[in-house]
């Protein structure tokens, strides 16, 4: 066993026998824990350093990357393999023993977590928290697992993308660099853009980056739009320019990925993506200054997001399908962004900018639901599964994910950046239920959850429904109801 006290004498004894096996004395106070078989004794400090110490020797080895914050509590699994530790940001850590490298990050609990402990076959990690809750994880299943990729923005940063497959990420710098990431294979390029993107954007299977920008002059400017080609790995020569542009404009690269939908103002039209040759440059003027647009998935439409209303418009012929006037619905007279269609075309959704997230059936463009999916901030990005069933939002911290068709009363929210609650967030779901999340402070995230059973995982991992206060803080003009059908009311 090992025990610390006041003076920061940190001792370990051999049960059986009663006999001292080593001491020492910290600078600080610590959490700690000795190995099964007690060669080998694992401490965390205040200041988030780690250290393994070999009993025998009193040799440290200095265990990298260290933590932020101090740990709580350390323990060890019962074949010594690996050791976890509890964190000051509600999360379980797992290191694998003999690399001393990070296994895993398993998180669920909304309050602070005080102790975990392993099963004694070491499949299952149990954590208690301060929130009432205990929670299990079962290690060779994978689930709660969230897999670190190790790229992070670097300092400079401006801005960030998330392909919505969750295949590509990017970011931009204030020197002009753009960097790609290409997450399954961990390669990047970097290309620089000399005039510096105001925004960009990804297509949906991550294989192209729009930039746009506007031209630095007082009064209306020019409004262009770069494209950077990912497997090519190499930006565009062409620019596409539209001018003047008071206030607003937007681009998205269609899902096909052969053409750009640029909006300058009230000028929408489209570009060939490989050439920038025009195909319709003035396809269609909008009734206001565009600041969104989202694109159905077999070119049909395009949705523009104007001050007040979002006009829907059929690519083919320039032609207004749809103007729908979210004033007095949504009491929202600003653009509404993130717009984006559902995979199957069914879906429109967008984002308010006070964080609620609007949801309308496309074969009648009535609103299908409206709820709050952020409080306090905006909806940063917005994206179906590919199924078209769920909807993630990412914003303030954390990634929602939002059973369509159940609205408000079908959605768990997952810890993205818990030290942060008012980071980015950016998302993107795989083919395979794959969440992948997006920020500046965790850089990219892939959480292992099937997208046919988000809900139904989340509910397991927090292992009851929502409480009345917690459903009264997040829904609360609405009335209590079951969020998981397997746990009963309460």
């Not at 099963?119 to 290690?139: F, K, M, N, Q, R």
Request: hydrophobic share 40%; glycine share 12%; aromatic share 8%.
């Amino acid at each position: 066993m090992v025990a610390c006290d006041d003076s920061g004498l940190l001792t370990a004894w051999d049960v059986d026998s009663g006999k001292q096996l080593w001491s020492s004395v910290e600078p600080d106070e610590t959490a700690a824990a000795i190995s099964p078989d007690g060669s080998q004794l694992v401490i965390g400090h205040t200041d988030g350093r780690i250290e393994r110490i070999d009993v025998n020797t009193g040799d440290r080895t200095a265990i990298t990357p260290a933590l932020d914050e101090e740990l709580i509590d350390l323990t060890w699994s019962p074949d010594g393999s690996t050791f976890s530790g509890v964190t000051q940001d509600r999360t379980v850590s797992v290191w694998d023993a003999d690399t001393l490298q990070p296994a895993v990050v398993l998180r669920g609990h909304r309050g602070e977590v005080s102790q975990a402990v392993y099963s004694p076959d070491g499949e299952t990690i149990y954590a208690a928290g301060l929130d009432g809750s205990v929670l299990a994880w079962d290690l060779t299943g994978g689930k709660g697992i969230v897999t670190e990729s190790g790229w992070r923005p670097e300092p400079g940063f401006e801005l960030a993308a998330l392909a919505p497959d969750g295949s590509v990420a990017a970011a931009s710098y204030e020197d002009g660099r753009v960097k790609v990431f290409e997450i399954a294979s961990g390669g990047a390029f970097e290309v620089v853009s000399p005039e510096g993107p105001h925004f960009f954007t990804i297509d949906r299977l991550g294989r192209s980056v729009a930039l746009g920008a506007f031209e630095d002059r007082a009064g209306p400017r020019a409004f262009w739009v770069r494209t950077i080609d990912v497997q090519r790995g190499e930006l565009l020569p062409y620019r596409i320019e539209l001018d003047p542009v008071a206030t607003a404009a937007d681009a998205v690269v269609t899902w096909d990925n052969k053409a750009i939908l640029a909006a300058g103002e009230q000028q929408v039209g489209l570009w060939n993506r490989i050439t920038g040759v025009p195909e319709a440059p003035e396809l269609f003027a909008a009734a206001n200054g565009v600041a969104g647009t989202g694109m159905h998935p077999d070119r049909r439409w395009a949705a523009l997001s104007e001050s007040g209303l979002i006009e829907v418009i059929d690519l083919r012929t320039g032609d207004l399908v749809v103007r729908i006037d979210h004033r007095a619905a949504l009491g929202e007279s600003l653009p509404l962004s993130p717009v984006v269609f559902s995979p199957d075309g069914r879906w429109l959704a967008a984002a308010t900018p006070g964080g609620r997230v609007v949801v309308w059936d496309t074969r009648t463009w009535k609103q299908h639901g409206t709820w709050t999916a952020v409080r306090g901030f905006g909806i940063d990005s917005l994206v179906f599964t590919p199924d078209s069933d769920f909807l993630v939002t990412g914003g303030a911290g954390q990634a929602a994910v939002w059973n369509v068709e159940q609205g408000a009363s079908g959605g768990v929210r997952l810890d993205v950046d818990p030290s942060r609650p008012d980071a980015n967030v950016w998302v993107g779901v795989r083919d395979d239920g794959t969440l992948v999340t997006f920020t500046e402070g965790t850089g990219v995230r892939e959480w292992d959850v099937a997208a046919d059973g988000l809900l139904e995982h989340a509910c397991t991992v927090v292992g009851r429904n929502l409480t009345q206060e917690e459903w009264d803080d997040v829904l609360p003009d609405r009335p209590y109801q079951r969020t998981c059908s397997q746990y009963p009311s309460g």
